[in-house]
């Protein structure tokens, strides 16, 4: 019997569901939230957290069973579009929802490119996450050796998948899919193929068949018990015994459901479903009958086709469950037939009644079909099955406990579906942007970058309009014109609880999930380790000893592995295609280098004494698709291929998508896979997913997320400093709603403190610091309305120099600090660099002069000068009129 999670990690859980419940539920529009428009209702909501974060201890015993949730294609923008559907369907505002998934104690990020493709695709995914080795595209269940429908590099390359190890270490198995059992994802699972479209032999050809490969609906009978093939490191002789005595063991339990009858049965074999419709009838060239097959060759087997069959199965009398309910895909969840078609809800719970009964465990398999909700370009259907999926985690948390159950939640791969427009607090997710666009017609929040959605109708853009926006077939617009939308490159995120939950932190290679997955379970490649049972098998096992040293060999020679340019990019400047290290090929490179990533992962300890310093890096916009691209960009600066090679931050243990501002997508702020949510990496320990909504805004700005990340408030839109009972543009409401922020309670603490800005250091980000003020743009006295100065209200820079005791300040905005006219020094000769104080005040003077030590500086030179001089304490640098960029004229602030 496993040991019992942490008293900390219970409360954990237990406050999170409070939380989600009463998200759920029906708590009105922003109006009516007066709770939310004080300091106090943000204050005690984190102090709990912390509290909670605090207490959270990783649950260190194994796990007897696993549960991977796969979202195909849920990336962070449909996380928390999903989040939000899920509240509005609940029948409140949305974004404040909680997500099952999201109450999970422990989160990484995975880099989801594949060995030759930067932007993968669900077979390359799927063997990585599922296999533990990175592939190419395309190909499931093989090593990057074998290649893309070429049947003959498919022998020698295989590689098994933790469904197979869980299988040999005598544990139940199932797949659950709201797609075909053949589709890539699932298919990962079991098979090996050079090709993801090879569901059965009609889709081969003669050449393959010819060549001895088999599709993948004949390996999903044959493969399943792992009795055919055996992968790299894992099996071989000496199984067999072990191997029959799990056939004839009454505990030995398989389910597989979802869709694909036609793949299964004879050409022509008439459809249960359809039997009217040619189209629906099997396809199987071979006369084979792979249903009958299946049951033939298992003791208590049972196979259904439709819900009330399904219902009708008892738990405790069905050792072997197929039930296959669509001829290809299952049908969207708003478009099943609730008596004919069971849920993702419903198969995934029927799945673990009957595998639970094993007494070793078992592995369990989830996958909705979000992604084919997205290719469509219809953002309704795609975010109804990832609420679906949640409904599924949420039940399989109540079948289940997480003493002895690891429970993953990840995607594949994200989509180029973002959500945006400035929307407010409650909007419809699927609603339109509150303003139009520059050809002057309404757009939706949602929108895609390419697909179907894009359309001219006599030479221009049709205007969204309402209900037809809300209607669950309605295509968003899309920017390129595809035939189908296409996946995105940028990381996905892991979410876990349950036994070894901790070993998913920090940025990892999507490969990695497998191995912690195996790792947690005493699964082949780590069934000898610390705290498992006694060696089993271990004779057989030094193909798959993990080897540190070799792990970190293989780590150091790809990081000094650079990549040739094409011939003739260089002299353009361009960097050319690259050749894949011939290493990437074989599963060993990816299988130390995930050995040598879990071997950290324990060398890790929280720090709990106090911090000295902090340090908050802020990129403003910085948003997951942001930061995979600048990982290849860097990179590829270095001659390198790109996704493989980790940034700086990178290489921070702890990741949590709540803090750091939000993403761009669209017209105005959005969530190009930063769901409304940012990316916070830190050396400290976080735990939990949350939202970057104002109190007003589902999509927010600089100056309310400033607020929230600096103050520990959520305030307005446009607002900076206050709680959200300030009013945007109202002075008067400003006086007795001033929230403090960490920089100013550090400077209390005799602290010293400082900012560093590459826009104007009055910006709504950095004046979250030092600013109470209820208008973002009021940057100097000259940006304000009269009747706001006639009622007290100051300028932002006037804040800068008299609300803190700021040591050091660099940035740009030097012409909000000095009269009205005053040349600037960098640019003497253009006026429009020149200041623009009204009230004649020049406030680079007022704050030398308050500053004993103080130094002013406005380019590089003086600024290292400055540095390295012991004698200066203060240091503010204001090397642009406006913001800090390559032109010297400044940018729109957003």
Request: aromatic share 6%.
């Amino acid at each position: 019997m496993g040991l019992l999670l942490s008293p900390g990690s219970c409360l954990l859980l237990c406050f999170l569901a409070q939380l989600a419940a009463a998200a759920s539920g029906d708590r009105g529009r922003v109006g009516q939230w007066g709770a939310e428009k004080t300091p106090g209702y943000w204050n005690k909501g984190a102090r709990r957290r912390l509290e909670l974060a605090l207490a959270l201890q990783p649950a260190a015993q194994r796990a007897k069973n696993i549960i991977l949730f796969m979202g195909d294609g849920m990336g962070l923008s449909t996380i928390s579009a999903a989040r939000i559907y899920k509240g509005q369907l609940a029948g409140g505002s949305g974004e404040e929802s909680i997500l099952a998934m999201e109450t999970f104690p422990h989160m990484a990020l995975a880099k989801t490119y594949t060995i030759d493709r930067q932007v993968p695709d669900s077979a390359g995914t799927g063997t990585a996450y599922l296999c533990g080795v990175k592939a190419n595209a395309k190909t499931l269940g093989l090593s990057g050796a074998a290649e893309y429908g070429k049947c003959h590099t498919t022998f020698g390359n295989e590689v098994d998948s933790v469904l197979h190890r869980a299988r040999l270490a005598g544990k139940s198995v199932g797949i659950v899919t709201t797609t075909r059992v053949q589709h890539a994802s699932p298919g990962a699972a079991y098979a090996h193929s050079v090709s993801r479209g090879w569901y059965a032999d009609a889709n081969m050809p003669k050449e393959a068949l010819r060549d001895g490969c088999k599709d993948i609906a004949h390996q999903l009978v044959h493969n399943t018990d792992i009795n055919v093939s055996w992968g790299a490191g894992v099996g071989g002789r000496g199984h067999q015994e072990l191997w029959e005595g799990l056939l004839s063991s009454p505990a030995d339990c398989q389910v597989i459901l979802g869709g694909g009858r036609m793949y299964m049965t004879p050409k022509r074999t008439p459809d249960p479903e359809y039997p009217e419709d040619p189209d629906q009838n099997g396809t199987r060239k071979d006369g084979r009958d792979l249903v009958a097959e299946w049951l033939s060759a298992k003791q208590g087997a049972l196979y259904v086709w439709d819900k009330k069959g399904l219902d009708a199965v008892k738990d405790d009398s069905v050792s072997h469950l197929m039930g296959l309910f669509e001829p290809k895909d299952m049908r969207y969840e708003l478009n099943r037939n609730t008596s004919t078609d069971p849920s993702i809800v419903e198969m995934t719970e029927k799945a673990i009644r009957i595998l639970r009964r094993n007494p070793n465990g078992f592995f369990l398999f989830v996958e909705d079909e979000i992604d084919h909700g997205h290719h469509s370009g219809r953002a309704k259907q795609a975010l109804m099955e990832a609420v679906m999926l949640d409904r599924a985690v949420a039940r399989a948390g109540e079948l289940t406990s997480p003493t002895d159950t690891l429970t993953v939640v990840t995607a594949d791969h994200s989509h180029v579906f973002t959500f945006g427009g400035s929307t407010p607090r409650g909007n419809s997710i699927f609603g339109l942007a509150p303003k139009k666009a520059k050809d002057k017609r309404a757009y939706t929040s949602i929108l895609y970058g390419n697909g179907p959605g894009y359309s001219i109708r006599d030479g221009a853009r049709p205007a969204a309009t309402l209900p037809a926006a809300e209607d669950k077939d309605y295509r968003q617009q899309a920017a390129v014109p595809l035939e189908t939308e296409t996946h995105s490159g940028e990381d996905v995120v892991v979410l876990a609880q349950g036994p070894m939950a901790h070993l998913f932190h920090g940025v990892q290679e999507q490969h990695y999930i497998a191995h912690a997955m195996a790792y947690a379970a005493c699964l082949e490649p780590y069934a000898t380790e610390p705290g498992c049972r006694a060696a089993r098998r271990a004779s057989h096992g030094t193909q798959c000893s993990p080897q540190p040293l070799l792990a970190l060999l293989a780590l150091c020679m790809a990081a000094l592995i650079g990549c040739p340019r094409v011939a003739g990019a260089g002299d353009l400047g361009l960097m050319g295609v690259c050749t894949v290290p011939a290493e990437e090929e074989n599963p060993s490179f990816w299988n130390n280098q995930a050995a040598a990533a879990i071997e950290a992962s324990f060398k890790i300890q929280p720090k709990i004494r106090q911090a000295k310093n902090l340090i908050l890096f802020l990129g403003d916009g910085f948003g997951i698709p942001t930061i995979t691209a600048t990982r290849i960009l860097k990179a590829q600066q270095e001659g390198k291929l790109g996704p493989e090679t980790p940034l700086a931050l990178d290489a921070f243990p702890y990741v949590n998508s709540s803090m750091l501002e939000r993403g761009y997508g669209g017209p105005g702020h959005g969530a190009m896979a930063i769901p409304g949510m940012g990316l916070l990496a830190t050396q400290g320990c976080t735990y939990v997913v949350h939202g970057t909504y104002n109190v007003d805004r589902q999509v927010p700005d600089s100056a309310g997320t400033a607020t929230a990340y600096l103050c520990g408030v959520k305030g307005n839109y446009q607002t900076i400093g206050l709680s959200a009972a300030a009013r945007y543009s109202q002075c008067n409401t400003t006086a007795g709603n001033e929230v403090i922020s960490v920089l100013e309670r550090a400077r209390k603490a005799g602290k010293a403190v400082g900012l560093v800005t590459s826009t104007r250091v009055q910006h709504a980000s950095p004046s979250g610091t030092y600013a109470h003020v209820v208008n973002r743009d009021w940057y100097g006295d000259a940006s304000m309305p009269q009747d706001a100065r006639d009622q007290g209200c100051k300028d932002i820079a006037w804040q800068l120099v008299h609300n803190v005791d700021i040591n050091v300040i660099l940035g740009g905005g030097r012409k909000y600090m000095t009269p009205v006219g005053t040349p600037d020094p960098e640019y003497p000769n253009n006026t429009q660099q020149n200041g623009t104080r009204e009230d004649g005040k020049n406030l680079i003077d007022m704050w030398l002069e308050a500053r004993p030590g103080a130094r002013y500086v406005w380019n590089r030179t003086e600024m290292l000068t400055a540095a390295a001089d012991p004698s200066v304490n203060y240091l503010m640098g204001n090397k642009r009129p406006l913001c800090q960029d390559s032109t010297g004229v400044g940018t729109p602030r957003h």
